[in-house]
């Protein structure tokens, strides 16, 4: 299959590209705003081309799919304009900056019968299936608690739009809080109805948010709080669920690394799941071409971006109101 990266970003070098070629499939194309910045990608990635418009590029390479991680203001359009090109989307996240266009992105991609899906990493992570299916199989009863500790450092070469630009969806929330909302609802089957937020500023965000903290209620009772930096970094991440037969309690698992152990503990005392752990954006990838290629459903689909969206828009909002928000998913 052939792909066209769009976006000269760190995390198509880091993991996408990698994982992209991993399953056999080609990079036939790269796009960035810069003419310059795009050819020494191209040249140090090992890509054929390079483009600084879209429209010529779809023309010219065709691509099966793109994977879109250009700055996430750019996304909207670049989806929908992938779609009505006929092109398979995998879209980092967040999606986009409002759910109006986030929406807009999965429709267009449902009108043009292309399949859609978000590039929430953790869903892929052994550790969360784990989470989730013993949740499921009713390892700690019914659970009434959550907590999800994604306090991070963002490293050095990434403090740029997502500390100083706010237009280009910068900030911690959009960035972090996502990936709790969508690996709590893969974990515990559902979205939280409303949120109660703070954040906070420690120095590091240029006029934006680079810490925050909430507690989300979810249709069953339970609660969870969550917390995410960019500034901890001697935090470790975790998360833990609780219930009343049982608690489990995974750590160094809000990663994009392979890594992490889960423990759960119940009467009969502390048991660490025995993990056979495997690259998470390889698995997205697979997954992604599984849902191209037999009609399978990708694991974090376009409404899966559409919701944790939501969740982290509540976030802000409630942040800013002082009071508990109602999250609106939209359609
Ligand atoms: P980067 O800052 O590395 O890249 C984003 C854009 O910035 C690129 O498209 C590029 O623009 C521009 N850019 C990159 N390097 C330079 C440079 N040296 N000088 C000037 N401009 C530059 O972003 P990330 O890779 O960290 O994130 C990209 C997207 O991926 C975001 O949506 C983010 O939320 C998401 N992401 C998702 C992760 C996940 O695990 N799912 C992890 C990390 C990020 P151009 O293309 O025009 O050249």
């Known amino acids: 299959m052939k792909w066209a990266v769009v976006g000269a970003s760190t995390i198509a070098a880091e993991w996408m590209i990698p ?23 191209a040249s140090q990635h090992l890509i054929a081309n390079a483009y600084t418009d879209l429209a010529t590029l779809l023309a010219e390479q065709k691509p099966d799919a793109v994977y879109i991680s250009t700055t996430n203001e750019l996304h909207r359009d670049q989806c929908i304009q992938a779609a009505q090109a006929g092109v398979h989307v995998l879209c980092e996240k967040p999606l986009a900056l409002n759910l109006d266009d986030a929406v807009a992105m999965v429709r267009a991609c449902e009108d043009a019968g292309v399949v859609m899906a978000t590039n929430h990493h ?19 009863g019914t659970p009434s608690a959550a907590r999800v500790f994604h306090a991070v450092s963002l490293p050095e070469h990434l403090r740029g739009w997502r500390i100083n630009k706010a ?21 515990l089957g559902e979205y939280p109805l409303s949120v109660m937020a703070m954040t ?7 006029g934006i948010e680079d810490g925050a903290m909430s507690v989300w209620r979810f249709p ?46 119940n009467g009969e005392g502390r048991m660490r799941l025995p993990l056979d752990h495997h690259n998470l954006y390889e ?20 409404w899966a971006g559409v919701r944790s969206l939501a969740v982290a828009l509540a976030v802000l909002a409630s942040a800013r109101s002082g009071k508990e928000e109602v999250v609106d998913y939209g359609a």
């Open 167 to 187: 237009d280009a969806g910068g900030g911690v929330v959009l960035d972090i809080t996502v990936h709790n909302a969508d690996t709590l609802a893969f974990i």
């Open 19 to 41: 994982a992209i070629r991993s399953q056999g499939d080609e990079v036939v194309a790269i796009l960035s705003s810069s003419e310059s910045r795009g050819l020494d990608y």
């Open 283 to 302: 698995e997205g990838v697979s997954q992604f071409r599984q849902a191209i290629f037999s009609g399978s459903h990708p694991a974090a689909d376009g």
């Open 220 to 265: 069953s009772g339970l609660l969870a709080y969550t917390h995410e930096s960019f500034a901890t970094p001697f935090a470790d991440t975790g998360l833990e669920v609780h219930g009343d037969q049982g608690s489990l309690v995974a750590k160094g698992v809000m990663t994009q690394q392979p890594t992490g152990d889960v423990w759960l503990r």
């Open 200 to 206: 906070q500023n420690t120095g590091m965000g240029e």
């Open 122 to 140: 953790l869903r892929h992570a052994i550790t969360h299936q784990a989470l989730r299916e013993q949740i499921a199989s009713g390892a700690v």
